[in-house]
């Protein structure tokens, strides 16, 4: 048994007890929910969770377990355990109770519908957790901004499958051209590139992962589109004004790529003045 156990057991064995003076219904539930809220932070987050869970387990399908579940996700997904949070927010959801749990329960389906870039999905639990009668003008707002992003994103996404389409085409048109399958060989460019495209990633070795892994994708294929695309020019030239058109193209259409792994879209605009556009 771990050393958080007997904490765990402790803190349900008071409320138990507060409980015991109420009637077993669930205004008692709700005060023994409220109890664990009070004593958030006298407790560490894996001792809450597991008086959250057998809390749930205990008092069965009422508004205060769907409360608690809710509770549960919002934790999970501040710890970035996405598969847990939206559990959690999906046996609350699934409750036949509707209301405020039910939008609550929604809108962390569409939050983590957000981390899981599934956008689309994203602004239906936004929507339907909006469209619940009773909700705070506050919590409304929220929603409405959220789909507001959701949109955003999605667009966002769209035109990111676009630059892609656009980075593999031309990589294949370089490609044919240069042939490299007939004459292997590297061109003289990537002894230029691969130095500065090695310190960016270094440069953001101490960024969030999401970043370091927009850096690599990007510098990886960089370097390929550069390699292709000297030997294209060596071997089966194309019009200098054509080569120059799909260097920019390729490189732009791989820069959006890199902004929005990275999630730095909206800082990069921002630098513009330009916050909120695509």
């Not at 749930?56 to 809710?70: S, T, W, Y």
């Amino acid at each position: 048994m771990t050393a958080a156990v007997p904490h765990v057991m402790i803190l349900l064995g008071c409320l138990s007890a507060n409980a015991l003076a109420s009637p077993p219904a669930e205004w008692s539930a709700s005060a023994q929910l409220e109890e664990l809220r009070r004593q958030f932070s006298n407790h560490s987050r894996a001792e809450t969770l597991a008086a959250l869970h057998e809390f749930v387990e205990r008092v069965g399908a009422i508004e205060a377990a769907a409360d608690a579940l809710n509770w549960m996700g919002d934790l999970h997904r501040q710890a970035r355990e996405e598969a847990l949070a939206k559990n959690a927010f999906e046996r609350a959801y699934r409750m036949p109770l509707g209301g405020r749990v039910h939008a609550l329960a929604a809108r962390g389906l569409g939050d983590v519908a957000i981390n899981e870039r599934d956008y689309s999905l994203a602004i239906v639990r936004y929507g339907e957790a909006r469209r619940v009668a009773g909700l705070s003008p506050i919590l409304l707002e929220e929603l409405r901004q959220k789909i507001v992003l959701s949109q955003r994103l999605r667009t966002r996404a769209r035109i990111e499958r676009v630059a892609w389409l656009a980075i593999v085409s031309i990589f294949f048109i370089f490609v044919w051209r240069a042939r490299p399958w007939q004459s292997p060989g590297l061109p003289t460019e990537l002894l230029y590139a691969l130095p500065v495209l090695a310190l960016f990633n270094l440069g953001g070795w101490g960024q969030e992962s999401n970043v370091r892994f927009a850096l690599a994708l990007g510098s990886g294929f960089a370097l390929v589109l550069i390699a292709t695309s000297g030997l294209a020019a060596r071997r089966a030239p194309l019009p200098r004004a054509l080569h120059a058109l799909l260097l920019f193209c390729s490189s732009s259409a791989l820069f959006y790529v890199v902004l929005c792994r990275a999630d730095l879209m909206d800082k990069f605009l921002m630098t513009f003045g330009l916050v909120g556009a695509t």
